[in-house]
């Protein structure tokens, strides 16, 4: 037993047991913390109590029973990764995955390579959470191709997406969401106060360029020494690869007609032209709500544009290079990725049943309301301040991911706390989302990391990959990361430079 080692599909059902027992324990308590909200017609601070439900009570045991399989089916990861798997299988099925990557790789620096990989990890969060189904098997891919090993590009991508969740030079839509729940804060202080769309350009384009050098070293001198040398199988060995003319023009038939159609779909989201635009939501604020709000048509079917993209690219490929020759090869492309998709399906399942159960249980917001006590409970100001809100930002987001319900829960005392220290909303929302990102990579909660984990058992080669074992990857991410944004809000609170258009650390009444 010493040796043992427990798949994560038999971990996550502990912890799912774990929740119902301590859920128990801590409702015979009456664990409950309170929280503040600001009321936005009046701007005043409301208080509301949050209480741990027991869920080894009645109606904890029915809401399990009559919720775990409609919290399965729509279970985020769950559609977005099959549809996804898809366009993965086609192109790879076709050969298209094979030529292309091999391609730019083979006369490419390593450092290069994964470089522009955790650079485009880092700015997906530009539209949403769709990194982590694309980015993934992509990363996967483009080491595989490079003759690396393919788990180098999967922790790469992924700790690229979770720690730089926090990092980009254009406004996205949980940083909107975050604004308008930031300035009905600040307004309990000042009712004129006025937050510009550009309030963290510096600090990000800052954050941008040293995230992405240092996660790439960390990458090649600690990471990649780690996994070893990957055992290709015989059908994969890239040594010395040559491609017929026949898979070259295929090659520019598909990129051509992944131009043609990208086209197309730019249009549709760019409004002020004869039918342009139709793809937006027309009652956004900003460009980003339009472009990912909830009526847009472009967000809600985005995994289904770059999931054709991907059919489009492959079957274009495929014909030309006559890697697909009829209706069946057509069919066997579509499927190709699916093939074995059971496991992963289970572990899924039971990632949505833990998640569940953990969130109907209030334990994770309960502990977000005690933390955010911690703020105001000390009495500190300036930098000490700063370090606590950046500390209880980290540890929140152990137990609570949501961002944006998170930020509902802190925003209420935070920013006032913060504006009574003289330090501004902007900085203090940049603080929060910089400590929240830190954790992503470090908690089983984050609904995407069951598929971090689904595409690290696709890749082992028969290895047992486990739950705690996969965080091991990330700890040097993690504390390379914590050291830059500790460095960088420091910084620029000591030095009071801009950190946005407008915008300082600051305050001066």
Not at 21 to 49: C, G, H, K, P
Not at 66 to 91: D, K, M, Q, R
Request: one cysteine or more; glycine letters at 8%.
């Amino acid at each position: 037993m010493k040796n043992k080692k427990f798949s994560p599909i038999f971990i996550f059902i502990i912890l799912t047991f774990a929740t119902i027992i301590l859920s128990f324990v801590l409702s015979l308590f009456n664990l409950q913390a309170e929280y503040s909200t600001v009321n936005s017609y009046t701007n005043t601070l409301q208080n509301n109590v949050i209480q741990v439900e027991n869920l080894l009570s009645v109606s904890g045991i029915k809401y399990i029973l009559t919720n775990t399989v409609s919290n399965f089916v729509n279970f985020a990861p769950l559609s977005t990764l099959i549809i996804i798997l898809i366009g993965i299988g086609v192109l790879e099925k076709s050969g298209f995955a094979k030529t292309f990557f091999t391609l730019i790789t083979q006369n490419s620096r390593k450092y290069t390579t994964t470089f522009v990989l955790i650079f485009l990890s880092i700015i997906s969060s530009l539209v949403g959470d769709i990194g982590f189904v694309l980015l993934l098997p992509i990363g996967a891919m483009l080491f595989k191709y490079g003759h690396r090993h393919p788990l180098g590009g999967i922790i790469a991508s992924f700790a690229g997406i979770c720690f730089g969740y926090g990092i980009n030079i254009f406004l996205t839509s949980i940083d909107s969401s975050l604004i308008n729940l930031t300035l009905i804060s600040a307004k309990v202080i000042d009712g004129s106060y006025a937050i510009n769309q550009y309030f963290q350009l510096f600090v990000m384009i800052l954050a941008l360029v040293l995230a992405s050098f240092i996660l790439t070293r960390v990458t090649e001198k600690t990471v990649m020494p780690k996994l070893g040398k990957y055992e290709f199988d015989e059908v994969e060995t890239l040594d010395n690869v040559k491609f017929s003319n026949r898979e070259l023009r295929g090659l520019v038939v598909a990129i051509g007609a992944a131009l043609l159609y990208l086209i197309v779909i730019i249009y549709m989201i760019v409004p002020g032209f004869p039918f342009g635009g139709g793809l937006l939501d027309p009652n956004g604020t900003y460009y980003i709500d339009k472009l990912f709000g909830a009526n847009s048509l472009f967000n809600q079917g985005f995994v289904f544009i770059v999931t054709f993209l991907f059919i489009i690219v492959g079957l274009a490929y495929g014909f030309m290079a006559r890697t697909v020759k009829d209706n069946k090869d057509v069919s066997e492309c579509l499927s190709y990725s699916l093939d074995g998709v059971g496991s992963i399906l289970v572990l899924i399942f039971v990632s949505s049943l833990f998640i569940s159960t953990f969130e109907k249980s209030n334990i994770g917001l309960v502990i977000v309301a005690i933390l955010t006590h911690l703020v105001n409970l000390f009495s500190f100001s300036g930098i000490g301040l700063i370090i606590l809100l950046f500390i209880v930002s980290i540890v929140c987001g152990l137990f609570y991911t949501g961002l944006q319900s998170k930020w509902q829960v802190m925003s209420g005392l935070v920013v006032p706390t913060m504006m009574n220290a003289s330090i501004s909303p902007e900085f203090t929302q940049l603080i929060y989302m910089a400590g929240s990102s830190l954790s992503m990579a470090f908690t089983p909660l984050m609904l995407y990391y069951v598929i971090y984990l689904a595409y690290m058992e696709k890749y082992d080669k028969g290895k047992q990959v486990t739950l705690f074992g996969s965080f091991k990857y990330m700890k040097s991410y993690g504390l390379a990361m914590f050291v830059l944004w500790f460095v960088i809000i420091i910084g620029f609170y000591i030095t009071g430079l801009p950190i946005g258009i407008n915008t300082s650390p600051v305050l001066s009444f």
